[in-house]
Nanobody, 120 residues
């Protein structure tokens, strides 16, 4: 069974930085796209950043120039470096990965989320 486990959330002041990490576990053949999404209560989950297995990245306009996504294919991890954080970045951040695991067709998996709060 594939699991994605996030870490690194917390409380940070405006202008500060945080680094989120996500690790995939299970009997995994390959991981295709990986990404981070976020959700605020009462709103739809939105894309923050994605990265392909080849390293091609995509960012939401609201985080371009401030956030950087990276991954380690050998370790099955993805990270999100968040700088110049703003109060509007406050949300639960979810890790996502398209995983081909033993006995299971390739499918999307989600972590349980980690809360990021940007406040003075």
């Amino acid at each position: 069974q594939v699991q994605l486990v996030e870490s690194g959330g917390g409380l940070v002041r405006p202008g500060g930085s945080l680094r989120l990490s996500c690790a995939a576990s299970g009997v995994i053949f390959s991981i295709n796209g990986m990404g981070w999404y976020r959700q605020v209560p009462g709103k739809q989950r939105e894309l923050v950043a994605t990265i392909t297995s080849g390293g091609r990245t995509n960012y939401a306009d609201s985080v371009k120039g401030r956030f950087t996504i990276s991954r380690d294919n050998a370790k099955g991890t993805v990270a999100l470096e968040m700088n110049s954080l703003k109060p509007e970045d406050t949300a639960v951040y979810y890790c996502n990965a398209d995983v081909w695991a033993f006995g299971v067709p390739s499918m999307d998996y989600w972590g349980k989320g980690t809360l990021v709060t940007v406040s003075s």
